[in-house]
């Protein structure tokens, strides 16, 4: 499919879209600045934005489209940042198959936790600045979820008159803006959200934001300053608690019962997920994930799981990048409390939100569910309590064909109690 399929469909909605503009990003997704601190919704974010050149041309195809996401997503980039395109050159109107193609950009930068950046003033813009901006301002002013990055002469005038017309915008700029735009570190200002361009900042979990040119290396040096230490240091699997059989088959251990090493918890509470029992049980929130050490491709995983209390929902993320919405960039395998519910897109053993699973087999409340999944390539295939719950082939499916077949594996943090033991792996 290419995306002048989807420009077309936005075009012919166009009117439904003008109707529907104060309510196009949900306030959970919005992008905010307070006291300094960026958000989206409810959530701080950090801004590490690689730029990403032909996102809403009409000849990008679907999986170019989506690569690029996966590929800044992967690298560990929480954003992407493009020139707007489409001006007049005058620049005092939009080509409206450009607007379509943009508000489609945002649409699946919100559908994937992404933060996407359009500078005002790319090489081909018109000459008259202040024009651009009260074009865009007007048209965009109902599309809180993105940045716009104004810089170059009078960027100050140009954000007054911006905020003027769309004053719940957030704007990137070197003077007058919401966040500012610098070029050294030794730039940034204290209670100020600042931007760096052009360079990684040490350390890159620290308060400043960033955006990258599109270089050769850049998806490189991002996967190198995001590493975790634990990711630099030699992993040496176990296999205490294995038959006799899982050992003569390759297996190993990522959870014994005693130690967490082949994991990382994500978030700042490092005490949000306990051993408990032999088992790795989420305690508290704040962890965001636990995942593992390293990335895995095709393998079997086998582990046991129970969740305490009726809609409890927790599952494991499977190939999946560092950063960003796990569930849809590899994928999840959904645990919830549901034992008997009718199965759909979202109870135990679906893919989460994409495929129902054959029949939800989920054992009641407090009891240990048995689980292996095995993915080979395109190939999925999930067996809980002795049933087979899911057969797939992702590239027979529209919606998984151009997901992640390599990542890490994660324990989600939806503040539900879960416990998960005896978590071992064969990779093929």
């Avoid at 166009?14 to 959530?43: F, H, I, N, W």
């Amino acid at each position: 499919m290419k995306l002048a399929s989807r420009t077309a469909v936005c075009l012919c909605l166009a009117g439904l879209l003008a109707c529907m503009a104060e309510s196009q990003d949900p306030t959970s997704r919005r992008v905010t600045v307070r006291k300094g601190e960026v958000r989206r919704g409810s959530y701080p974010a950090t801004i590490r934005a690689i730029e990403t050149p032909g996102l809403f041309s009409p000849a990008t195809t679907e999986e170019e489209f989506i690569g690029a996401f996966i590929r800044v997503s992967d690298a560990g980039g929480t954003g992407v940042w493009f020139d707007l395109e489409g001006l007049n050159a005058e620049g005092t109107a939009i080509d409206p198959g450009a607007v379509a193609g943009l508000r489609s950009v945002k649409s699946e930068c919100i559908y994937r936790y992404i933060v996407p950046i359009c500078r005002l003033f790319g090489p081909a813009s018109p000459d008259d600045r202040m024009a651009v901006v009260r074009t865009v301002a007007e048209e965009f002013k109902a599309d809180h979820a993105m940045i716009y990055w104004i810089d170059g002469p009078r960027s100050d005038e140009l954000v007054a008159e911006f905020k003027s017309i769309a004053p719940g915008l957030v704007v990137l700029s070197p003077r007058g803006g919401d966040i500012d735009l610098i070029n050294s570190a030794k730039e940034a200002k204290a209670g100020r959200a600042s931007l760096l361009v052009g360079a990684i900042p040490e350390p890159i979990a620290g308060p400043l934001h960033c955006a990258m040119l599109a270089t050769a290396d850049v998806y490189e040096r991002f996967e190198e300053a995001n590493m975790h230490p634990l990711e630099r240091e030699a992993w040496m699997p176990k296999t205490a608690g294995l038959s006799a059989e899982e050992k003569a088959d390759g297996f190993v251990s990522l959870f014994d019962g005693t130690s967490l090493d082949a994991w990382i918890i994500k978030g700042p509470n490092q005490k949000a997920y306990v051993i408990k029992d032999g088992a790795i049980e989420w305690a508290a929130p704040g962890g965001l994930a636990l995942r593992t050490r390293k990335r895995f491709a095709d393998y079997v995983l086998r582990f046991e799981w129970r969740l305490f209390a009726k809609g409890a929902n927790s599952g494991f993320h499977l190939r999946t990048p560092r950063e960003n919405r796990a569930s849809k960039m590899g994928f999840e395998f959904q645990m919830f409390g549901d034992p008997g519910a009718p199965p759909d897109i979202h109870s135990t053993g679906s893919v989460y939100d994409v495929v129902a699973p054959l029949v939800n087999a989920s054992a009641p409340l407090g009891e240990w569910n048995v689980t292996e999944l095995d993915l080979s390539g395109p190939r999925y295939k999930a067996t809980l309590n002795g049933q087979v719950v899911q057969d797939l082939n992702f590239d027979e499916n529209p919606e998984m064909k151009f997901r992640l077949r390599r990542g890490f594996i994660a324990l989600s943090d939806h503040d539900s109690r879960v416990a998960v033991r005896n978590i071992r792996i064969k990779e093929r």
